[in-house]
């Protein structure tokens, strides 16, 4: 018969250290004096340029130099800037200081009220700030509630102009009839909410009136609901042209009425004449 023999296993509570190691001990850093010095001396040292840079008034903007404007007032342009430098950044950093003014700013601002090209804003050390740009060409001047913009071929705004700077013989001005404002604002650009058949119908307008030897004031009155623009002979009745209609069958209508009909004396004593009707003729 076989035996079987077991480890006997002992268990304790107790725990066993060798007596010649010792427990390890964390280790505390401890700088020197001179390490401390050096650090003390590195944040005076930070303290003072941040000073020198961001708080000391030589590094003040006293002079904005702006190049570009041509039919943009450039007096917008400065009181654009000097809106901004009245503004805080990060809470309590002057940006009348050239190193805090935030330039991306400055051109967000620039591009919400104008619609140019290259536009660049330069800080030029110390104190002078430099906004350059490129204006786009306009191709006409929107009117609505007493406002006027330049606007390009796709009825984009360009920028507001006072209607007493507009120059009527070098721009056509395109006039709201109706209540509603159409002007909406898409991003940072501003449109015109309508069809640019509007704007190529009355440019083309003006272009057969100069050839045809027909005085007219410039300006288009536009309805959208009614698919109508309105013009003025110089001296003589308004014109009712429909802008879904072909513009020289309009025309030819007119040249009959004008011809045919009445003599120069007697046209200017019409109140209006109307062209809308297919090939019917309307007047007063």
Excluded at 96 to 106: D, H, M, T, Y
Excluded at 181 to 198: D, F, M
Aim: charged share 25%; hydrophobic share 40%.
């Amino acid at each position: 018969m076989r035996r079987y023999s077991r480890t006997p296993r002992i268990y304790s509570p107790r725990s066993y250290q060798n007596p010649f190691f010792g427990r390890r001990r964390k280790k505390i850093r401890r700088f020197s004096l001179k390490t401390k010095l050096l650090a003390l001396a590195a944040l005076l040292i930070a303290g003072a340029l941040i000073w020198v840079l961001f708080f000391n008034a030589y590094f003040t903007i006293n002079n904005v130099i702006v190049k570009g404007a041509e039919l943009i007032d450039e007096h917008k342009i400065y009181s654009i800037i000097d809106a901004q430098l009245q503004k805080k950044r990060l809470f309590f950093l002057n940006q009348r200081n050239i190193f805090a003014l935030s330039k991306r700013q400055v051109k967000n601002e620039i591009f919400q009220n104008f619609n140019v090209a290259d536009l660049r804003v330069n800080k030029d050390l110390p104190r002078t700030l430099t906004v350059s740009f490129t204006e786009k060409t306009p191709a006409a001047v929107w009117s609505e509630n007493d406002r006027y913009y330049y606007i390009d071929v796709d009825f984009t705004v360009l920028a507001e102009v006072e209607s007493l700077a507009l120059n009527a013989q070098q721009f056509i001005v395109l006039k709201n009839e109706i209540d509603q404002p159409l002007i909406r604002l898409s991003g940072l650009t501003k449109k015109v909410s309508l069809n640019k058949t509007y704007l190529l119908f009355c440019l083309a307008l003006t272009q057969e009136t100069k050839a045809g030897e027909t005085a007219i004031d410039g300006i288009f009155l536009i309805n959208e609901q009614e698919k109508t623009i309105r013009m003025h002979i110089t001296d003589g009745p308004q014109v009712y042209f429909n802008v879904e209609n072909d513009l020289k069958k309009q025309l030819e209508k007119l040249n009959i009425l004008r011809t045919e009909k009445f003599s120069p004396n007697d046209l200017k004593k019409l109140n209006y004449i109307d062209l809308r009707f297919g090939d019917k003729i309307y007047y007063k």
